[in-house]
């Protein structure tokens, strides 16, 4: 429910803040002091349109703040969670208007459009008055509200649940339809790209593989070349091995060896030649037993490289990355596979969607009569409390009309609306075209006596409900707005005292200057002043005892 309103700097409002409790709150005043100002206030704060006219002369801009206390289920909860914003216990909805007409809004202090705004606004609070009617007289709200008034959530539901398993039945009947039809039309082209990729046999991860096995028999036959190359200096040069250092140190030892006795002086030069010998043998040992080990296998190599390319080529030709290549296969083989069963894929998906497609009509035909039913109780419902708001001719019709297949929805395959006649042998017509401003918001009133169980909307404004009417019918206006009150907030502007005098919070708009300046102020009002308000709107300018007296009666007989 609306637990308080903040207005600042809007037309005549400089600064109010009105704190709000349950019930029926009542506000009173002369006319022109204002009480519509409230209304645009709380307005601005659900997103209805703004205008430069509303800031207060004078001044840069104008700001209306509202918040509401809501239920942890309240349907709002769930469009804030939706919209990313955090559900709070309470929710704020912050307008500020420029003086130039541009306008922000905000909610729990996040910045966000209008559009939620109004949205939020439409599950918080409904206006009903006699000229602007929000709730009720769109007929978009009717089916769910004669489903609420009929206990007919259940029915709903399964009714919604079978919507979306015959909507589901019939796109994946639709997307296999159409993968056939694709299919059929790349026939040719797939079948070969099947055929090719299938004997490429492409493997998750087999490029880098490839890649870092090439990578390294190259670096191999590098390292390869190297001790070849390192070998090849230390062996002979020609066939007959007369050069290279192994000839040239067995050549220097026999030229030692002939020099003539004594030779003692080359004895350590020879031995040293002899161990060069045997190390540079050795060293050619090895490098021949290294150079046998780290040369590749110049097949495998070849092999890697075939592999390697013939991969980057197919993944080329198929525009997609080699990594991508067995994915696409599988994807071409699955389309190449539908195409081979399309048909008796195709029966199977059709006879599931038409079996999803009775089910739907088996539940939404159950909830058409169920809706059927219910109208006439609500029919019934609504006429009893329209005699006593002086509407006793009037009639509320319920139409329950049957959509076309094409507007089959999730509520079901009916449109239905609220209609009214007025009078006997009267056509019925749309609630807010058939009524007058009076008889309209009166016969929302009846209607909302009734269907107040089942609203999902806490809280409710009636702009002079009571217009045109007096006596017995005010204090009918004035009863049904308090039975209203036991299961919802309502917010009523009254001339009516019969009506006043049932509410549970009464204000006071007034009208006055201060500092040369044209001021509207809200009072609440204490039990004397209440008395001597009611005293007021009973005899005019002149209070009187009498009038006095007769609030008194007023204010006991609605105690």
């Known amino acids: 429910m609306l637990t308080s309103l903040a207005i600042r700097d809007v037309v005549l409002i400089e600064r109010l803040d009105l704190a709000l409790g349950q019930g029926l709150t009542v506000l009173t005043g002369e006319t022109g002091a204002g009480k519509s100002i409230l209304l645009d206030s709380l307005g601005l704060a659900l997103g209805q349109r703004a205008e430069a006219g509303m800031v207060r002369a004078g001044q840069s801009q104008a700001s209306v703040t509202a918040c509401f206390h809501l239920a942890p289920d309240h349907p709002a909860q769930a469009l804030l969670t939706e919209q990313g914003i955090d559900p709070e216990e309470d929710l704020v909805l912050r307008r500020v208007v420029q003086a130039d007409g541009r306008s922000r809004a905000f909610v729990n202090a996040e910045p966000v459009g209008v559009g939620l705004l109004r949205r939020l606004g439409a599950l918080l609070v409904e206006v009903q008055g006699q000229h602007d009617q929000v709730g009720l007289a769109d007929p978009a709200t009717h089916a769910g509200l004669l489903d609420a008034f009929g206990a007919l959530e259940a029915r709903r539901n399964t009714v919604a649940d079978a919507f979306r398993d015959w909507r589901g039945a019939e796109r994946t009947l639709k997307a296999a339809q159409e993968a056939i039809a694709q299919a059929q039309r790349d026939e040719e082209w797939l079948r070969h790209a099947v055929e090719e990729l299938s004997l490429l046999a492409p493997e998750e991860g087999e490029e880098d593989a490839l890649s870092a096995e090439r990578q390294a028999m190259q670096q191999g036959e590098r390292r390869a070349e190297a001790v070849a190359s390192a070998l090849s200096e230390l062996q002979p040069r020609d066939r007959r091995g007369s050069t290279g250092p192994a000839a040239a140190l067995r050549n220097a030892a026999r030229a030692l060896e002939r020099l003539p006795a004594p030779n003692e002086e080359a004895s350590p030069i020879l031995a040293a030649l002899g161990q060069a010998q045997d190390a540079l ?175 999902p909307v806490p809280t409710l404004v009636f702009d002079e409900v009571d217009s045109g009417v007096g006596g017995a019918t005010a204090a009918a206006v004035g009863e049904r707005l308090a039975k209203v009150a036991e299961r919802l907030q309502v917010l009523v502007v009254t001339h009516s005292p019969q009506v006043a005098a049932r509410g549970t919070q009464h204000w006071r708009v007034a009208k006055g200057v201060r500092a040369d300046r044209a001021e509207t102020r809200v009072e609440p009002l204490d039990p004397a002043a209440r008395r001597e308000e009611l005293a007021r709107m009973l005899a005019g300018e002149t209070v009187t005892e009498a009038a006095r007296a007769a609030a008194d009666s007023l204010l006991r007989g609605a105690a």
Not at 377 to 399: G, T, W
């Open 281 to 455: 043998a050795e060293a050619e040992g090895m490098l021949e037993r290294l150079g046998a080990d780290l040369g590749p296998d110049p097949r495998r190599l070849e092999q890697v490289e075939e592999r390697l390319f013939a991969l980057r080529a197919a993944a080329r030709k198929h525009a997609v990355a080699v990594v991508e290549l067995p994915a696409l296969l599988r994807d071409l083989s699955g389309r190449l596979a539908a195409l081979d069963a399309g048909a008796e894929r195709a029966a199977a998906l059709e006879a599931a969607a038409a079996a999803a497609r009775a089910a739907y009509a088996q539940a939404a035909g159950a909830l058409t009569a169920a809706r059927q039913e219910a109208a006439g109780r609500l029919e019934q419902a609504v006429a009893q409390e329209l005699a006593p708001l002086k509407l006793d001719r009037a009639r509320l019709h319920i139409e329950i009309a049957a959509r076309e297949e094409r507007a089959w929805a999730a509520d079901g395959q009916d449109r239905v609306t609220f209609l009214v006649s007025t009078n006997p042998g009267q056509k019925p017509g749309q609630l807010d075209k058939v009524a007058s401003g009076g008889e309209l918001s009166r016969l929302m009133l009846a209607l909302k006596v009734v269907l107040a169980r089942g609203s």
